[in-house]
Each structure stands twice: as structure tokens, then as C-alpha cells.
């Protein structure tokens, strides 16, 4: 790993411990000549569906048949599909009879067997939908979980320990983690500027426990490299972790770090950086058209463009009062406050 400290690369907890190396397991694992390159289940519970998408590492020069065998708490549903020549990638719909929604009391997954000729992969994707309804009798935007609104009452999760900083000790650690959590009346996490553990997100989809997941940062100035680097890390991070039904919310960056320019009384969140992230909300829109996409978790008013319009603000307790009612006053439909 070459860890070297360079102002583009994203090093995210700045100040947290010299966190460097290796630090999520490594594994190998066989695969047939012609594989799967990932499998994508985006859940459609408004009609009884998962819409599947297969990719292959490249086009082949022949067809491929790909079978699917998805357990449910009934008989198991089988589906083939050809993922003709030429062409890198195929979509399909499969019917989810009577589905078992995924939810916080009840995380039901549905566990699936993939094989393209002698590639075989087992994955799981759970039926349920992010959304924003208004609540009931109000024009109040909620975000809803299968279409039923959420009062969410998430903590900030560092995810760094004292001897391993990004390495979790163990497996029951990461799954205590997660029972703690709900143990004290959260009903969600949000992982900060860290692509979480695979096996940590996996104990929130058994355990039901939401997620808001954090694109890591660069700390330089946002030039062509940071911007390559941190958008490399964005597409990878929604294609490994698509099918986590706990994930409800991408958020691609946090109180704006490594996005100012300039030093001192110059430094600036420039406007044509800020158009940047503006696309790139959309764009991440565009890679994940199943959850809620916020472009910046600011403590500078620096929204652009954004599903969530978060704030963070540290205030001793007198205080918070008087703030959140500021908030409620100037927060409305069309209000520039902390944009």
C-alpha cells in the first residue's frame, strides 16, 4: 500500500492517529474464466419487483446465461438471463411475490445464488424503498422508510478505535456495535468519512439499523487529482455497497473540507467549486437512483444541491433553544438559509 502523505489523497480523520496501511481484510477468492463483475438489486416493492443489473468485467464475444436462485420464506425463485455478445452489462426485472419487507424491526434479506457458467457469487438485497413522504396532515417532508415516514434518531459514528483506528478488534465487536445502537433508541448510524467495513454494514442489514455513509475527504485544495481521486472512491463506494438495504443516504462530503480555496482571509468555497459538487450530486444521482443524496453535511451554510438539508452546529446547551428556533423560523420552501 503506498500510504504516502499527499495533500489529494483521502486521508479523511485528519487528526484522529496516523491511520495507515491495510486496514480492511484481505481475501482471495476463485472465480470462473468469464465472472461476474458485480450484481446490482435495486428494490421495487410498489410493484413486487427487484430490478437487477449484471456487469461483466468487459464485453464478451459470446452470449453468457446467467442463473439466479433467490431464497424467500417460501420456494425458492429462479430466473435466466442472456447477457448477449458485445455488450458488457444486461438489465432485468424479477417478480418478488408477496414480498417481506425489509424494515427496523422486522430485516428480512433475501439471499441469492448467482452463476455465469462456472462463476458463482452469493449475495443478499433486501425489498425496501428510501423515499420523502410529507407527514400525515402536514406538508413537512419526512424521510420514509417503505413509504411510511421516519423520525430519525441517528448518532455520528466515528468508526476509529484506540488500537486498530480504522480496523475494527472483531466481528462481535462490529456486531455489538450495531445492538448497542438500537440498545439505546437509535434507529440509525452515520458513518463518518470512512467506507465502512463491508462486514460491519452487513450486521446493520441483519440487525436493522439505518445508515448514512461518508465519501472520505482530501484535505488540500480541490484541484484535477483530488478531484479524480475523490470521484474514483465515490463510484467505487456506491457500486461495493449498492445492495446494503441499510444505507439510505450517500453523503459526499463533510462541512465542506477540501473544498475551500486559497489561505487565510482568501480562502474561499469558490463558485466553480461549487458547481463541482453540484454535479457530482447529480451524478451520484445517477449511480444510485435509490437513496437520498446529500451533496455537503455543512456547518458553514454551504449547501448547493441536496435531498437532506443538514446543519451542524456546536453550542453549549443554553443555546440550542434559541437556535433551533431560528431554524424553524427560516427554514421554508425556497429559503436560501444554509444554502
Not at 438471463?81 to 418478488?96: E, L, N, S, T
Amino acid at each position: 500500500a503506498d500510504d504516502a502523505r499527499r495533500e489529494f489523497t483521502l486521508y479523511g480523520k485528519q487528526g484522529y492517529g496516523n491511520a495507515r496501511g491495510i486496514w480492511q481484510t484481505i481475501y482471495l477468492e476463485a472465480r470462473g474464466e468469464v465472472y461476474l463483475d458485480a450484481l446490482h438489486f435495486s428494490p421495487d416493492i410498489d410493484n413486487h419487483q427487484v430490478k437487477v443489473t449484471a456487469y461483466l468485467p468487459e464485453s464478451g464475444d459470446k452470449d453468457h446465461s446467467l442463473s439466479l436462485t433467490i431464497n424467500t420464506p417460501g420456494e425458492p425463485i429462479k430466473h435466466k438471463a442472456i447477457i448477449p455478445a458485445g455488450q458488457r452489462k444486461i438489465k432485468f426485472d424479477v417478480d418478488i411475490p408477496d414480498p417481506r419487507l425489509w424494515n427496523l424491526e422486522d430485516p428480512y434479506l433475501y439471499e441469492v445464488k448467482a452463476e455465469l457458467e462456472e462463476d458463482i457469487v452469493r449475495t443478499y438485497f433486501g425489498m425496501r424503498k428510501i423515499s420523502v413522504v410529507n407527514l400525515p396532515g402536514t406538508d413537512i417532508p419526512y424521510i420514509a422508510l417503505n413509504d411510511e415516514p421516519v423520525y430519525v434518531q441517528l448518532a455520528l459514528d466515528q468508526s476509529y478505535h484506540p488500537d486498530g483506528f480504522y480496523t475494527f478488534p472483531s466481528d462481535q465487536f462490529m456486531k455489538e456495535e450495531i445492538l448497542r445502537s438500537k440498545s439505546i433508541g437509535l434507529n440509525g448510524i452515520r458513518t463518518h468519512i470512512k467506507v465502512e467495513v463491508p462486514r460491519k454494514l452487513y450486521w446493520a442489514d441483519k440487525l436493522g439499523l439505518l445508515i448514512m455513509a461518508d465519501v472520505p475527504n482530501f484535505w488540500g485544495e480541490p484541484d484535477e487529482k483530488a478531484r479524480q481521486e475523490w470521484e474514483y472512491a465515490m463510484r467505487e463506494m456506491i457500486a461495493r455497497d449498492y445492495n446494503h438495504p441499510s444505507i439510505f443516504s450517500w453523503v459526499l462530503f463533510n462541512e465542506t473540507w477540501g473544498l475551500f480555496s486559497g489561505k487565510g482571509k482568501d480562502r474561499a468555497y469558490l463558485p466553480e467549486t461549487q458547481q463541482w459538487v453540484r454535479e457530482k450530486f447529480f451524478q451520484a444521482k445517477e449511480l444510485d437512483q435509490s437513496r437520498l443524496i446529500e451533496d455537503n453535511s455543512p456547518c458553514n451554510y454551504d449547501h448547493v444541491e441536496t435531498d437532506l438539508n443538514t446543519w451542524h452546529a456546536y453550542l453549549p446547551g443554553y443555546r440550542w433553544s434559541d437556535f433551533l428556533d431560528n431554524v424553524v423560523d427560516t427554514t421554508y420552501a425556497g429559503s436560501v438559509w444554509n444554502f
